[in-house]
């Protein structure tokens, strides 16, 4: 035993189903950021305005966070592998009809819905889980790891999908995403595993292999259950507050409208593809950071710092599209950095109040709030491009929202649910 021990340490199977975890989000994330690529093209061809294009995309942004609490009932039921794996085949499955739509009740159904809960399906509950399952040690590093795949999924896809937008038309950038969707299919089908003791591994930072305790609990009731017994506590409402000024701040108003906006002032749609993809490589070490820091700091105060720094940048953000490209450059270094670095100390925060058997699905609750704000924005900004015919005042209100986050979040007072809780430790 003594050897088959030492023979594992060499190489923990966990890193793998992370490594795995990430290409998965990475896609997801990717996919879910296609209409900031597709708002201008689909309003030439079929003329639908801004605020139409940006209905749907709020739809999908507020699925892809409400289905989150119930992702988590459900990977704790059937398992990783089989969850992801049937949400990749329905993202495909929707991206590969979306070439033929010609209405916008085509769209809404095929990415406010379809899409919205299938990317729902992978979002930040899936990382969380994963480092719930497969490690004790180094839970921080982990979920900053996953939640950065977000940005690495910009990173990755938008550059590319707006190339292949601007050179070839929208249809063969869909079926590119398309084709990106089956090889992680395939990928995952051969190499995920649920659980440690699947391939005879402890949780990392343990030495003692324990068989899961199957989930019991209504696939429906139970996160609705967490919802409740959440709700009583006061830690719970200021997470999920800042987290709404967080996705009002973040996807829904920049990941949704950054490339449009640059649009209005004259760059051309690849270059402001390149502006998210930068923020995806700064965000890449920003959130991994962050996880890192999480591990070692009182996360209220990184919270305070992220939300505080995240709303200087957008209030320099009016100021940028109306200078220099280099101050554009500027801030998507800035923000890059904050994009989502917010996740890590949340995430841990909320781990430290409910414990590790209700923490994944009351994050998710937490993470439906982000997704609400997200929409928000995602359909107010565009609103008020068609009143105004500018994104500055929706960039200066985020700004202030997000300092109103950052004085949010020291107030939120620390909880150790697993010291009341010993059952609960793993």
């Not at 414990?355 to 900004?381: D, N, P």
Request: hydrophobic share 55%; charged share 10%.
């Amino acid at each position: 035993m003594t050897n088959q021990v030492q023979v594992k340490s060499k190489f923990y199977y966990g890193w793998i189903v992370v490594l795995l975890t990430f290409v998965t989000l990475l896609v997801s994330a990717g996919i879910r950021s296609m209409p900031s690529v597709l708002m201008i093209p689909f309003q030439e061809e079929f003329g639908w305005s801004r605020g139409e294009i940006s209905s749907v995309a709020s739809i999908g942004i507020l699925l892809y966070g409400l289905v989150g609490p119930f992702s988590a009932a459900l990977l704790l039921r059937f398992g990783i592998r089989k969850v992801v794996l049937l949400s990749l085949s329905i993202l495909a499955a929707s991206l590969a009809v979306t070439p033929f739509i010609t209405a916008l009740w085509q769209f809404d159904l095929l990415w406010g819905l379809v899409s919205g809960l299938a990317t729902g399906m992978m979002a930040n509950v899936l990382g969380v889980t994963v480092s719930n399952l497969w490690f004790v040690k180094r839970k921080g590093l982990v979920v900053g790891l996953l939640t950065a795949s977000a940005a690495a999924g910009q990173l990755l896809f938008l550059p590319l999908l707006a190339r292949m937008t601007s050179d070839y038309g929208w249809r063969y950038a869909m079926y590119t995403a398309v084709a990106g969707i089956v090889v992680v299919l395939v990928v995952v089908a051969i190499w995920m595993r649920n659980h440690p003791s699947d391939v005879g591994a402890a949780p990392y930072g343990t030495d003692e292999v324990v068989v899961p305790t199957p989930f019991r609990g209504h696939l429906f009731l139970t996160p609705i259950h967490n919802l409740v017994f959440a709700m009583k506590n006061k830690t719970f409402w200021l997470l999920a507050g800042t987290f709404f000024f967080c996705g009002f701040s973040t996807n829904g108003l920049i990941g949704t409208h950054l490339i449009a906006a640059c649009g209005d002032h004259g760059m051309v749609e690849v270059a402001a593809a390149g502006l998210l993809a930068m923020m995806g490589i700064f965000d890449l070490f920003g959130t991994t950071i962050s996880g890192w820091l999480s591990d070692r700091f009182d996360s209220r105060w990184l919270l305070f710092w992220y939300y505080g720094l995240r709303g200087l940048s957008l209030l320099f953000l009016p100021f940028a599209l109306d200078a220099t490209p280099s101050m554009l450059v500027i801030f998507s270094v800035f923000y890059g950095l904050d994009w989502i670095a917010t996740v890590p100390p949340t995430a841990k925060l909320a781990g430290e109040t409910f414990g590790k058997e209700k923490s994944g699905m009351i994050f998710g609750w937490i993470v439906v709030a982000h997704q609400i704000g997200a929409s928000v924005a995602a359909y107010g900004a565009g609103l008020m491009r068609d009143w105004l015919g500018t994104y500055s005042q929706a960039f200066v209100i985020a700004g202030f929202t997000c300092f109103f986050a950052s004085l949010m979040a020291i107030r939120v007072k620390r909880h150790f649910a697993e010291r009341k809780d010993p059952a609960v430790q793993a």
